[in-house]
């Protein structure tokens, strides 16, 4: 369950797509309970019944059109009627109140659940509007949280961190992953650059994602400034949806520092122009403030990209123990010198390219992570219901 799936919102719509069907390939039924809401307006779906994806059905509600808590009334009349005939509830995020409905179904037909919290116990983002939080977990959340079969971590440092906030539960890490065989066949070299004229030959620096605040997209303009003055064939790639007009700020930054012309803003890529940026490019660069997970760089690892990120991408360990990258302590000095070593040095930058890939296809492959999810809520249905040790038929993700 997730409170929406409109490509806008990133990575959350993404891993919740690929972890349903990943379990759907391991003959499961999946379903995916959530809404229509697409930023300030409605997706183009269906409401009457499910669609039908890579084997997973999804079954889309009329929300209001509050993005800050949206509400659906359909779903939740559909969840009470519903959840008493699954095994198992997921439920993605915090403070949102697909969750505070799941919840108190799931706990009042005795049916497990399991919360991914998408990083939002991670002390910078549980500090943020930290009074309201405080009035909605009295309320709602805290029950919600000791009541869960399983908070659903995807990196160890995620769990680390949002420990002094889910003791007594019982956290479980099982990472997000991709399916490897789309980022085999790339795109030819050439394809993204001929969509962005102005780049020309020059060597770019992406950042694939959303722009927002916690992808420490100030350090990034700032460490960029320095990578320019020594490297003028280098080119900056903001690729992501701009949900919240924060790219105003980025523009500005830029400005200030006489970069606007070694930069460009894509929007939102996706399919074929989005895996030619990740061919066309040298580094892939996210120095957040805070990243449960990282999604995008496990793509660009996946198209054989050296990646810069800060230690507060939850994987940077991975990353770092794979030699895949740099991993910085997110100043843009420290970002500078990382992206700076990269293009200074081809032989390096493939080598990296190259342990990434590896490390995608051994820790981050949905093969592999699918039969850990499966083993995850089979250990969570056994516990809730000792007498039935197997699944039946209907696992849902929702």
């Known amino acids: 369950m997730i409170a929406a799936l409109a490509p806008r919102y990133g990575g959350p719509t993404k891993a919740c797509l690929d972890m349903s069907a990943a379990i759907a390939a391991r003959g499961h039924e999946v379903d995916v309970f959530t809404t229509d809401l697409d930023g300030t307006g409605r997706l183009d779906v269906p409401l009457s019944a499910p669609v039908v994806k890579r084997g997973v059905r999804i079954r889309y509600f009329r929300s209001g059109l509050r993005r800050v808590w949206p509400f659906s009334l359909p779903m939740c009349q559909a969840l009470a009627q519903e959840i008493p005939g699954y095994d198992v509830v997921h439920v993605h995020s915090l403070y949102l109140s697909h969750g505070a409905v799941a919840g108190h179904y799931c706990r009042k037909f005795g049916v497990p659940y399991i919360i991914r919290p998408h990083g939002s116990l991670d002390p910078v983002l549980y500090k943020r509007h930290r009074l309201r939080k405080t009035v909605y977990e009295a309320l709602i959340e805290r029950r919600n949280l000791r009541g869960a079969a399983g908070i659903h971590f995807t990196a160890e440092e995620e769990r680390a961190l949002a420990q002094p906030y889910v003791s007594g539960t019982h956290p479980f890490v099982v990472p997000l992953g991709l399916h490897l065989e789309e980022y085999v066949d790339l795109p030819p070299a050439g394809m993204f650059r001929a969509a962005y004229a102005e780049i020309g030959d020059r060597r770019i620096v992406l950042h694939l994602g959303r722009l927002n605040f916690k992808k420490g997209l100030d350090i990034l303009v700032e460490a960029f400034d320095d990578v320019a003055k020594k490297h003028d064939d280098a080119h900056l790639v903001f690729a992501g949806p701009?949900?919240?007009?924060?790219?105003?700020?980025?523009?500005?930054?830029?400005?200030?520092?006489?970069?606007?012309?070694?930069?460009?803003?894509?929007?939102?890529?996706?399919?074929?122009?989005?895996?030619?940026?990740?061919?066309?490019?040298?580094?892939?660069?996210?120095?957040?403030?805070?990243?449960?997970?990282?999604?995008a760089v496990v793509e660009a690892m996946a198209c054989g990209l050296p990646v810069v990120i800060s230690n507060k991408v939850n994987i940077w360990r991975e990353v770092e123990d794979a030699g895949?990258?740099?991993?910085?302590?997110?100043?843009?000095?420290?970002?500078?010198?990382?992206?700076?070593?990269?293009?200074?040095?081809?032989?390096?930058?493939?080598?990296m390219g190259q342990r990434g890939r590896t490390l995608v296809a051994e820790r981050f492959n949905w093969s592999v992570v699918g039969r850990q999810l499966e083993m995850a809520y089979r250990e969570i249905v056994s516990r809730a219901k000792p007498s039935s040790a197997a699944l039946r038929s209907r696992v849902p993700v929702k």
């Not at 520092?257 to 930069?263: D, I, K, M, T």
């Not at 892939?284 to 403030?289: E, H, I, W």
């Not at 895949?324 to 990382?338: I, K, L, R």
């Open 324 to 351: 895949a990258g740099f991993v910085t302590a997110g100043s843009a000095e420290a970002c500078a010198g990382a992206i700076s070593r990269v293009l200074d040095d081809s032989a390096l930058a493939r080598a």
């Open 242 to 295: 701009d949900n919240e007009g924060y790219g105003a700020n980025v523009r500005r930054w830029l400005s200030d520092r006489g970069l606007s012309g070694r930069a460009t803003f894509t929007g939102m890529l996706q399919g074929q122009l989005k895996l030619a940026a990740l061919h066309d490019a040298s580094i892939f660069a996210l120095p957040s403030y805070s990243e449960n997970f990282g999604i």
